[in-house]
T-cell receptor, first 114, second 115 residues
Framework: GENVEQHPSTLSVQEGDSAVIKCTYS??????FPWYKQELGKGPQLIID?????GEKKDQRIAVTLNKTAKHFSLHITETQPEDSAVYFC?????????????FGRGTSLIVHP | NAGVTQTPKFRILKIGQSMTLQCTQD?????MYWYRQDPGMGLKLIYY???????DKGEVPNGYNVSRSTTEDFPLRLELAAPSQTSVYFC??????????????FGAGTRLSVL
């Protein structure tokens, strides 16, 4: 089955710095890679996603890059703000055996210091 | 749209008790999922359903049961609760077919303690 590794587990930055979170996956059949943000006491919420036919996608201060050959994808947050503090999860999924089930990384706790 | 609604938000169970965690979605999604989240361990899939009447096991199904009689509802049943089932449980739903990625929408979670 799919295996997703996510690093680092904790990331501490100063406000205004950039933050990068990296994930690797094992199954070459995976073709959809979402990133979720989980604020304290809430459920995860999608912030950005990328499909395997695209190398990079941006949405304001957030960007995701995908390297299919190396089987890794990364989340980039620029000009970090205290409200970016949360746990971030990557996931990899693909259409396999009649179902579309994602596998999640273990999460990265991002702390942005004012 | 309420999205995905989970009840209860908190619950304390004694060892050996049973309970049902409720999950309802109003987005007409075909897929529904149950996850448990333990500290530092990410989201582990318990069970999922690809449509009414169809369910399948995920990574950690032992000690749990599910049913999906309607598109909207996907309850999770805990029989003979054990301390190892102390966790935060999330229900999610998505629309999935072979042509699109499946954006998942999560409920707010149920925090369960088994003592």
């Amino acid at each position: 089955g799919e295996n997703v590794e996510q690093h680092p587990s904790t990331l501490s930055v100063q406000e205004g710095d950039s933050a990068v979170i990296k994930c690797t996956y094992s199954d070459s059949a995976s073709n959809y890679f979402p990133w979720y943000k989980q604020e304290l006491g809430k459920g995860p919420q999608l912030i950005i996603d990328i499909r395997s036919n695209v190398g990079e996608k941006k949405d304001q201060r957030i960007a995701v890059t995908l390297n299919k050959t190396a089987k890794h994808f990364s989340l980039h947050i620029t000009e970090t703000q205290p409200e970016d503090s949360a746990v971030y999860f990557c996931a990899a999924s693909g259409w396999k055996g009649g179902s579309y089930i994602p596998t999640f990384g273990r999460g990265t706790s991002l702390i942005v210091h004012p | 749209n309420a999205g995905v609604t989970q009840t209860p938000k908190f619950r304390i169970l004694k060892i050996g008790q049973s309970m049902t965690l409720q999950c309802t979605q109003d987005m007409n999604h075909n897929y529904m999922y149950w996850y448990r989240q333990d500290p530092g361990m990410g989201l582990k899939l318990i069970y999922y359903s690809v449509g009414a009447g169809i369910t399948d096991k995920g990574e950690v199904p032992n000690g749990y049961n599910v049913s999906r009689s309607t598109t909207e509802d996907f309850p999770l049943r805990l029989e003979l609760a054990a301390p190892s089932q102390t966790s935060v449980y999330f229900c999610a739903s998505s629309y999935s077919d072979s042509g699109v990625g499946n954006i998942q929408y999560f409920g707010a979670g149920t925090r369960l303690s088994v003592l």
